[in-house]
């Protein structure tokens, strides 16, 4: 079955920078694009990066451009999202999110807080 598990959040200052990883199995993982979204407390979840299959083609929402990178290690079925310059707004759980086969499916998240 399809799963998803998330890690590497934690508590940083203003300014800092953390890695998430999400470790996928059970689907072909170099075939599939792979998002990450985040939910901060008594917000929706929302739409923070996503990785193409083939080309690795990326898309950032607006709020992460320029500070947050996605990339994807096929050899290890894995996921990253290296987090700089993080401000206090990115506060959040952050999932990473698989549409295969008409069915999403989530991680069970990884919290990242940012204060001083």
């Known amino acids: 079955q399809v799963q998803l598990v998330e890690s590497g959040g934690g508590l940083v200052q203003p300014g800092g920078s953390l890695r998430l990883s999400c470790a996928a199995s059970?689907?072909?993982?170099?075939?599939?694009?792979m998002t990450w979204y985040r939910q901060a407390p008594g917000k929706e979840r929302e739409f923070v990066a996503r990785?193409?299959?083939?080309?690795?083609?990326?898309i950032y929402d607006d709020s992460v451009k320029g500070r947050f990178t996605c990339s994807r290690d096929n050899a290890n079925n894995t996921v990253y999202l290296q987090m700089s310059g993080l401000k206090v707004e990115d506060t959040a759980v952050y999932y990473c999110n698989v549409y295969i086969g008409g069915k999403v499916y989530w991680g069970q998240g990884t919290q990242v807080t940012v204060s001083s």
């Open positions: 990785i193409m299959r083939d080309t690795g083609f990326k």
């Open positions: 059970g689907f072909t993982f170099s075939s599939t694009a």
